[in-house]
């Protein structure tokens, strides 16, 4: 009975995708980049699996590995970046997070410290020029995705759709400042969601939040 055996990597290899997921992880790089540096790495160690096992050279899977997951990688776009940056200095001192998710989301996550006070969907002043700030520049065919969120306090009958108010209140909004209502969803979560105690004010305020997620259509065929 035949028996096949990998051998192991070469000690380039092995450089060259490390080197790949240390840069991936540099702080002064953006996120686009480090997604490509990421991507590449993973295909390249894939590339040469491949290559071998199929009875070609290692180096040359490597390199069309790299490649494709430089691709693969590289899905957070240069508008989605620039987005991202715009966000961070608009709301830069107002308690306001902006991250990417790992499905290549941009999430804005407002507290309830400046977006909504107690048992109430009124859109507080505080919040009104960012979410003006987050309408201005965004392309017409990115998908925006708001989902609202309650505190403890009252019961799900109260805090459900008090929930999708305030996403409502949100899309309402951007609505007005321009952004196509078709392309925009709510949802609202209630208090199941919490990211802080709910036993201090503190952690209820920040439990107390909309959260806006925006990300670009699904490439369709080509």
């Known amino acids: 009975m035949n028996k096949t055996f990998l051998r192991p990597a070469s000690p ?32 390249a160690g894939v590339g040469a699996v491949i290559g071998k096992t199929t009875g070609g050279k290692a180096g040359t899977g490597a390199v069309v590995g790299g490649a494709i997951g430089a691709v693969a990688g590289n899905l ?11 966000m961070e200095q608009a709301t830069a001192g107002t308690g306001v997070t902006v ?32 979410l003006s700030k987050f309408a201005q520049g965004l392309d017409g065919s990115m998908n925006v995705q708001i989902t609202g969120h309650t505190d403890s306090q009252g019961s799900d009958a109260i805090n459900n759709p008090l929930s999708k ?15 196509p209502a078709t392309r925009i969803s709510t949802v609202g979560r209630g208090e ?5 105690d709910n036993a201090t004010a503190e952690g209820r305020a920040k439990n107390r939040r909309v959260e806006i997620f925006l990300r670009e259509p699904a490439k369709t065929g080509g």
């Open 12 to 43: 380039a290899l092995v450089a060259t995708v490390a080197a790949a997921l240390l840069l991936g992880g540099c702080a002064n790089m953006s996120e686009r980049q480090k997604g490509t540096a990421v991507g590449a790495g993973i295909g």
């Open 165 to 179: 108010d305030r996403a409502d209140a949100v899309r309402d909004y951007l609505v007005a400042q321009g952004v």
């Open 99 to 130: 991250a990417r998710t790992d499905d290549n989301q941009l999430r804005v996550n407002l507290p309830g410290d400046i977006s909504f006070d107690t048992g109430r969907s009124n859109i507080r002043p505080d919040m009104a020029p960012i």
């Open 76 to 86: 957070w776009s240069k508008r989605m970046e620039d987005k991202r940056r715009e």
């Open 192 to 196: 199941h969601q919490p990211i802080a």
